[in-house]
Nanobody, 119 residues
Framework: QVQLVESGGGLVQAGGSLRLSCAAS????????MAWYRQAPGKQRELVAY???????NYLDFVKGRFTISRDNAKTTVYLQMNSLKPEDTAVYYC?????????????WGQGTQVTISS
């Protein structure tokens, strides 16, 4: 069974930094894409950044220059380095991955990690 386990959320002051991690485990053949989403209270979940199997990276405009997505050499752990954090970055951050495993190609989600930025 495939699992995504996130870590690294917390409470920081505006201007601070946090680093989120998401590790994929289980019977994985390949990971096609890993991404970070976030959902603020009362808002829809939105894509923050993603990295494809081939290394293509894209960011939502409002995080460009502040957030950096990366992964480990095994390509099973994805990171989100968040700098110059703003109160509006406060949200639950979710890891998402499109993974090829025994049942086929499916979308998986982590449990979410709370990020709170104080002004």
């Amino acid at each position: 069974q495939v699992q995504l386990v996130e870590s690294g959320g917390g409470l920081v002051q505006a201007g601070g930094s946090l680093r989120l991690s998401c590790a994929a485990s289980g019977s994985i053949f390949s990971i096609n894409r890993m991404a970070w989403y976030r959902q603020a209270p009362g808002k829809q979940r939105e894509l923050v950044a993603y990295i494809t199997r081939g290394g293509w990276i894209n960011y939502l405009d409002f995080v460009k220059g502040r957030f950096t997505i990366s992964r480990d050499n095994a390509k099973t752990t994805v990171y989100l380095q968040m700098n110059s954090l703003k109160p509006e970055d406060t949200a639950v951050y979710y890891c998402n991955a499109e993974i090829s495993s025994t049942p086929g190609i499916n979308d998986y989600w982590g449990q979410g990690t709370q990020v709170t930025i104080s002004s």
